[in-house]
């Protein structure tokens, strides 16, 4: 698979606003490829990604537009469809009526907006993939609500939520490895640098997000580092055994390399790190950390306690209790493939879902050779 930097893309809920964000460093954000022919600005038809997975429940309605594509409207609420899934095997009713009402809002504002059913693209993942129940859950959704998920493998997932974020990498460096975190699993792709172009080298999903995790190690009370560095190791096993030639490594040793983290583990600690009296997308996403920042951030949160982590208002009470699994994932991560740089990512699967649409629908359709006769 080769890939090249993509359009940059803004997932902020505001209305109409231009993908094209100043960036945090003070640098516009890159054009990136252009989409090709076809109507963009307000001619442009609109689409939708919606992506259910084990915590959260996320959609984005987006326009194409010359630089990428134009955010309409956005939505996200925790839901913790997985809750309890890694003990019993399947979907908890009351997760299912929690998802259920996130996928309803959903639908009613796909209506609203009007987005076409073909340019809807809805998804699942882990939670669904896992569950005894996932098909009979999305079913019920299909009934109910008319929307049609669709429930994608981990290496669709770990591709979408690749080229979500291709825009981040650096041109510069040989090798970059996307980690993103889930609530039920990690998917992790190792990229290596071809002329203008990455080529993947290997992925890996590992059964293990921040709901799994957290509930694997319940918080105790009292001293953390014990119990973080527990969850820290339960991670480091579970990506012991990496599809990709040893010698990659190096590169990251080297600092040659560095890692993009697209989910709400690393966000967090970009948030806590730069002290944000409220989440800010244009200050986080696109942020470089350094390996020590990350570790420091973490020290913070295990220092605030539970109370104090529900009230920081980057993280709030729903995230309060998995915000250091989600740490403890992306500190195993450093500790396997050690680079001092990280780049935080807040977009992935919906913006690559958006943007794979967006590309198929402007290809140009095949002429067929009418026959002689």
């Known amino acids: 698979m080769k890939v090249r930097p ?8 505001r209305r109409d606003q231009r993908s094209q964000a100043r960036r945090s460093d003070g640098q516009s954000a890159a054009n990136g490829t252009a989409l090709g022919s076809g109507a963009s600005g307000r001619d442009a038809p609109l689409y939708g990604a919606l992506d259910l997975g084990t915590n959260n429940c996320r959609l984005l309605i987006a326009k194409p537009a010359r630089d990428g594509f134009r955010v309409v409207d956005s939505f996200s609420r925790i839901v913790r469809l997985g809750e309890g899934l890694s003990r019993t ?12 009402e996130a996928l309803a809002l959903c639908g009613e504002r ?51 939520a690749v080229r979500g974020c291709l825009n981040l990498f650096d041109p510069s460096v040989e090798a970059v490895l996307v980690v993103d975190v889930g609530g039920g699993s990690t998917e992790l792709n190792w990229l290596s640098r071809q002329g203008d172009s990455f080529v993947l080298d290997g992925w890996m999903s590992a059964p293990v997000g921040v709901v799994t995790l957290a509930e694997r190690h319940p918080e105790p009370a009292g001293d ?20 990709v030639d040893p010698a990659l490594r190096d590169l990251f040793t080297g600092g040659r390399a560095h890692m993009v983290g697209t989910s709400g583990a690393i966000t967090s600690l970009a948030g806590i790190h730069l002290g944000l009296k409220r989440y800010q997308r244009n200050l986080v996403d696109g942020l470089w950390m350094t390996r020590s920042e990350c570790e420091a951030a973490a020290d913070t949160l295990k ?71």
């Open 224 to 243: 953390l580092e014990a119990w973080y560095e527990a969850m820290v190791s339960d991670m480091g096993a579970a990506i012991a055994d990496t599809p």
């Open 303 to 373: 220092r605030m306690g539970a109370a104090g982590r529900a009230a920081e208002p980057c993280i709030g009470p729903d995230r309060a209790d998995l915000v250091l699994a989600g740490a403890a994932i992306m500190e195993a991560v450093q500790r396997a493939w050690p680079t001092e740089r990280v780049r935080v990512a807040d977009r992935g699967l919906r913006e690559g879902l958006l943007l794979q649409q967006m590309r198929d629908d402007r290809k140009p359709a095949r002429r067929r050779r009418r026959s002689r006769g």
């Open 6 to 13: 993509m359009p940059e893309t803004d997932g902020t809920p």
């Open 89 to 100: 095997g399947s979907l908890d009713s009351r997760a299912m009526d929690r998802a259920y």
């Open 110 to 160: 796909v209506a609203r907006k009007g987005v076409e059913s073909s340019r809807l693209m809805a998804v699942a993942t882990q939670a669904c993939r896992q569950a005894e129940n996932g098909p009979a859950f999305i079913e019920r959704v299909r009934r109910g609500t008319g929307l049609n998920l669709r429930i994608i493998d981990p290496v669709e997932e770990a591709r979408l």
